[in-house]
């Protein structure tokens, strides 16, 4: 039976997602891993036994990127094009009362700048914690119908 995963861990791998590494859920611990893009190629291109020289804070994520390819134990978190921060902030834009600031946001979110811009709206009209607060909760959501769709407790 698959382990228990933390829901709080699967939102945070969402909230802090690079371009450089991915996050997996490890079905046996319920672990959230967060591994470099590059460690990962290496892992996939390498044998079995050889290992890299790598600085001793690296090594254990090496050791798993390893387990990653050569297991199928490991669950791909959703990656921030599976998140669409950008239908986040127009739903949240959709979503303030004001109908001035309502209007600014959805035309900050439009053009080149978007995200610079809908930050901008957001301190200057006062509503940055509950923009994050909004934030918090689709994130919350896409890490439960992530678990939903693969068939994973979380808690």
């Known amino acids: ?6 829901l709080k861990d699967i939102v945070e791998a969402l909230e802090i997602q ?3 590494s991915s996050s997996f859920l490890d079905r046996d611990t319920g672990q959230v891993e967060t591994v470099s893009i590059d460690l ?3 892992a996939e291109e390498s044998d079995d036994d050889e290992d890299l020289d790598l600085p001793e804070w690296q090594k254990q994520e090496w050791e798993t990127a390893k387990l990653i390819v050569s297991s199928d134990r490991f669950l791909k978190l959703p990656s921030k094009f599976d ?3 950008w239908a986040i902030m127009e739903d949240f834009s959709h979503s303030v009362e004001s109908a001035r ?3 600014d946001l959805l035309h900050a979110i439009h053009g080149a700048g978007a995200f610079r811009n809908f930050k901008y709206v957001i301190r200057r009209d006062g509503i940055e914690a509950a923009w ?18 693969n068939h994973i407790v979380c808690e």
Do not use: S
């Open 1 to 6: 039976m698959p382990a228990t995963a933390r």
């Open 132 to 149: 994050y607060a909004f934030r918090a909760e689709a994130l919350k959501q896409i890490a439960l119908d992530w678990c939903e769709e």
């Open 83 to 85: 998140v669409h921060e």
């Open 101 to 103: 600031t309502r209007a």
């Open 40 to 42: 990962l190629r290496e």
């Open 18 to 20: 690079f371009d450089e």
